[in-house]
């Protein structure tokens, strides 16, 4: 059931629409008629271009927005390391080139719900646990898990240079509130926040800590995947996509950087934080028109498309976003996720097959059980994860593999009350340090408990003769 169905607070306020060319006007008239930049814009407000594309890249793929702001958000000073008391742990400081210290590994790996961090704000919170390529590079993709425990300050904002992010809550409430206007995403929805966008990430209860998933795409951008012959709806539908309206603070203090009012921005760039305090809010953009800004949507709105016959299709079947790569079908990372739905392949094994994959999968669980593992402690969990690497093995876990082997075959729901969902991408993900050492998360007993003891069902050649096979 949509959790945007019947219930929409009125703080939030949305155009519908995945890629539509949207205007928005916090103030009437603010958005100038018929140019963008005038020699003065009204109201006294800046123009200001934001750019996702290359300005000359083909129309289809041109992105970018024009804000009409109170300031310009060039008006700071310099940007300079973050303090160590604010570091973040998976994450460098300062310019230089930084380590993450990425571990390749064949070794299926899995982890135990990650712990709730209460003394952490988004910024602090935001742990990268895997990554592939170079956001220096614009190439390749990063993989976090979040565990928040406070709002982000009233002055503060964050933004990434390295990438656009797809952000996954799995308990707790995020009221983000971005240069475009602002967001309730609530676990079970989904936001997107392009390269560049300027955010700030508060809980929705005070004291009730928040944590969820993250993939940020070096590369690209999220777009809705080809729908091919299932025809022009189904999966996740273009109009139940929703964009912020514009909504701005006045808070303009002086241009002059001398401390006073004191706003904080925190930038990543090339995975490494860096800050600036600006006397003036960032969140100050009465109006913008343009098609690159952050969106919500409601997983419970995605069409779930299976077999009404036998087998079931490939997972792609539950992409909801996809971030492509250059090449035709392959992506550098898809958001795929596995809701509720019927069941009814016959005579069909019907959790998925075993399997090895030229792509690397991590998945995350938002709630409940997934079918093909088992739950409970040591099991894979909400708010815990799972990383198949390239062509690391994997499938059900013995118990599974049994219980459908021999389950009746009637129509079935499977996942009612759960969503487990997937980040797959076509590149190989190495583990930083926090993944593997700091989080302490590891399960050290993944494969055992999932695969040792799979039993023997090989009937023998004699038997396999008898019935014609096999000659
Ligand atoms: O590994 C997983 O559980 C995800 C998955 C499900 C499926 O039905 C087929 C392939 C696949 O990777
Ligand atoms: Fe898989």
């Not at 306020?13 to 009204?42: C, H």
């Not at 590994?105 to 135990?112: E, S």
């Not at 050290?444 to 000659?471: A, D």
């Amino acid at each position: 059931m949509p959790v945007t169905k019947f219930d929409i607070p009125e703080k939030y306020e949305y155009k519908n629409g995945f890629d539509s060319y949207i205007e928005s006007e916090a103030v009437p008239s603010a958005l100038p008629t018929a140019q963008n930049s005038p020699q003065k814009p009204p109201l006294g407000l800046y123009a200001e271009k934001l750019s996702g594309t290359a300005f000359t890249a083909p129309r289809h793929e041109n992105k970018q927005s024009w804000l009409y702001r109170i300031l310009p958000s060039c008006a700071h000073p310099p940007f300079e390391d973050v303090p160590d008391s604010e570091k973040n742990e998976s994450l460098g400081q300062g310019g230089e080139v930084f380590k993450t210290g990425l571990k390749y590994l064949p070794n299926q790996l899995r982890w135990d719900p990650f712990d709730f961090d209460r003394g952490s704000d988004w910024v602090r919170g935001l742990h990268l646990v895997a990554a592939a390529g170079d956001p220096a590079m614009k190439q390749g993709c990063a993989m976090y898990v979040y565990a928040v425990g406070k709002s982000m300050g009233d002055k503060e904002a964050f933004y990434s240079a390295d990438g656009e992010i797809l952000i996954v809550p799995q308990t707790g409430a995020l009221d983000i509130r971005t240069e475009f206007g602002w967001l309730l995403v609530r676990p079970m929805e989904i936001c997107v926040i392009p390269r560049g966008v300027r955010y700030q990430v508060r809980l929705v209860e005070e004291g009730k800590p928040a944590r969820g998933y993250a993939l940020e795409l070096f590369q690209g951008r999220f777009v809705l995947p080809e729908l091919g012959p299932i025809g022009s709806n189904g999966l996740a539908n273009a109009r139940d996509f929703q964009i912020p309206v514009a909504s701005f603070d006045e808070d303009c203090g002086t241009t002059a950087f001398d401390g006073a009012n004191v706003y904080t921005i925190t930038a990543k760039f090339n995975n490494a934080l860096f800050r600036t305090l600006q006397p003036h809010t960032p969140f100050d953009v009465v109006a913008w028109h343009g098609n690159y800004y952050p969106y919500k949507y409601d997983l419970g709105r995605f069409n779930t498309i299976g077999t009404i016959s036998y087998d079931h299709p490939d997972p792609s079947i539950f992409t909801v976003l996809s971030g492509p790569s250059d090449k035709p079908g392959t992506s550098i990372a898809d958001f795929v996720i596995f809701p509720p739905r019927w069941l009814v392949g016959e005579d069909t094994f019907r959790p998925p097959w075993y399997h090895r994959n030229t792509m690397s999968e991590f998945m995350g669980l938002i709630k409940g059980d997934y079918d093909a593992k088992k739950g409970g402690e040591g099991g894979f969990i909400p708010g815990g994860a799972s990383l198949h690497n390239v062509m690391s093995g994997h499938g059900p876990d013995v118990d599974s593999y049994e219980g459908a082997r021999n389950a009746e075959l009637k129509p079935a729901k499977v996942g009612e009350g759960s969503c487990a969902f997937m980040f797959e991408s076509c590149l190989m993900m190495g583990v930083t340090e926090w993944g593997l050492k700091t989080c302490r998360k590891v399960q050290e007993q993944y494969n055992e408990r999932s695969w040792g003891g799979v039993k023997v069902h090989w009937k023998g050649v004699k038997i396999e003769c008898e019935r014609g096979r096999g000659q």
